[in-house]
């Protein structure tokens, strides 16, 4: 018999509240299995999605979004997979130009930062919104 876990165990491990848990699985992304009592037991494979959705909720997919992922008959699914890299590229970029604004305000003497041209640089291009 293989392994399996309880809600609460498997949402300490995930150190996730276990109501999470419930709402993915009312959402379709889990199906765990029930004992005789009714109380939902998690199985490897179980495991192994909370990971993929924990992983991809942090990378700043939606439930939606995951839904298709794990969904391999889902229509779709390289077309959400493909928005999604798009989607990271574009906060990988930004995050890089946090990181150098931030850097460069690590660096600077001004009092007030927003006052100094170089750092000011870093957000020209939502500026020129104005």
């Known amino acids: 018999m293989s392994r399996s876990w309880s809600v609460g165990e ?24 029930r004992d005789s009592a009714d109380r939902r037991r998690y199985g490897e ?13 942090d990378a700043g997919m939606t439930l939606e979004q995951i839904a298709v992922l794990l969904d391999d008959g889902r229509m779709g699914r390289h077309e959400v997979l493909y928005a999604h890299l798009a989607d ?8 890089q130009r946090s990181r150098e604004m931030t850097e460069h305000a690590l660096r600077c003497s001004a009092h007030d ?14 500026l020129a919104r104005f």
């Open 10 to 33: 498997v949402a300490e491990k995930f150190e996730l509240p276990t109501n999470v848990l419930r709402h993915w699985e009312a959402v379709g992304l889990l199906r765990p299995e």
């Open 45 to 57: 494979e179980d495991i192994v999605r909370i990971a993929v959705i924990k992983r991809s909720k």
């Open 88 to 95: 990271i590229d574009r906060r990988m970029v930004e995050m």
């Open 113 to 126: 930062i927003t006052t100094c041209p170089r750092f000011r640089a870093g957000v020209d291009d939502v």
